[in-house]
């Protein structure tokens, strides 16, 4: 049987707005799998690094906010060992139990999503937002809800999909198609209905791929609709001792030659910053 009879037939029994069968619980299974990187152990005080050149922590509610922390939130553990009153927002049932069997204790992460958080207004100092924006349906709802629930001078970090960033590998870290980030609207669209309904490999399994692609001037720009006051890439906040920079002295090059230079800092964004932004909540 050819592989065009074999998607045609996937949908012989089922409507077709019904997705492709068990897409979530293929997702879940295959991050359960492939989640637990010890990366995290690195990034985590790396990016928290650069945000307490923004906020100071040494007094005051250490409260972090962890978005998307899934079946294995090494974040949020390494936050709570670290003093802070970490806790973990999660979408999938499923991996919310893992969650918390993972740390131990069921009131450190909550189920929800980034348009509709669960917690109280003003009650978090700081919120982290990794790989989490490209896959909302609204990425402005996300930013307004962020807005909401940060205390006043408070500090959103994201991380997330880079329009303009060049590999040569072609590697995009979110479809199993080199240089997607590149492509047309129409051509990406093509590709997640694909994912979505006939090859769900295509975007490791994910039933939320990421639909939405930024550059850092978009982030900017998203993040003042919601209410944010000021913004940072990477290259602003870290400091040489910061493992992102430390053990790379072409970046510790580059980065003393583009922060004051507006010219070179924008085209360092496109490449260097552009998927990640510190976005500061006006303290009134």
Not at 255 to 277: D, E, F, H, K
Request: hydrophobic share 35%; with cysteine; proline share 5%.
């Amino acid at each position: 049987m050819s592989k065009r009879a074999v998607l045609e037939e996937l949908y012989q029994d089922r409507k077709l707005s019904d997705g492709y069968p068990d897409l979530e619980r293929l997702g879940v299974e295959f991050q359960a799998s492939s989640q637990g990187s010890q990366e995290e152990l690195l990034y985590t005080p790396a990016f928290m690094q650069c945000v307490e050149s923004l906020i100071d922590l040494r007094s005051g509610e250490k409260s972090v906010l962890v978005m998307g922390c899934g079946p294995r939130p090494y974040a949020v553990r390494w936050l709570t060992q670290h003093g802070y009153n970490a806790r973990g927002v999660e979408p999938v049932g499923s991996s919310v139990e893992s969650a918390r069997g993972f740390l131990g204790d069921l009131s450190m992460v909550v189920q929800g999503g980034a348009e509709q958080i669960p917690v109280d207004d003003g009650s978090q100092r700081v919120i982290l937002m990794e790989s989490v924006l490209e896959h909302v349906d609204s990425p402005q709802k996300a930013l307004s809800e962020c807005m909401r629930v940060l205390s006043p001078g408070g500090v959103l970090f994201i991380y997330t999909t880079n329009r303009w960033k060049i590999r040569l590998s072609g590697y995009n870290g979110e479809y199993q198609v080199p240089f997607f980030n590149w492509f047309p609207d129409s051509v990406k669209e093509s590709y997640v209905f694909q994912h979505l309904h006939y090859e769900p490999a295509l975007a490791q399994y994910n039933a939320r791929p990421a639909f939405h692609w930024f550059s850092y001037s978009e982030l900017c720009r998203l993040g003042r609709s919601a209410g944010f006051g000021s913004f940072y890439s990477l290259m602003d906040v870290v400091k040489p001792e910061n493992p992102l920079v430390a053990n790379s002295r072409l970046r510790r090059f580059l980065l003393n030659r583009v922060r004051y230079s507006p010219w070179l800092r924008g085209l360092a964004l496109t490449q260097m910053g552009g998927s990640s932004i510190f976005m500061v909540k006006r303290s009134n």
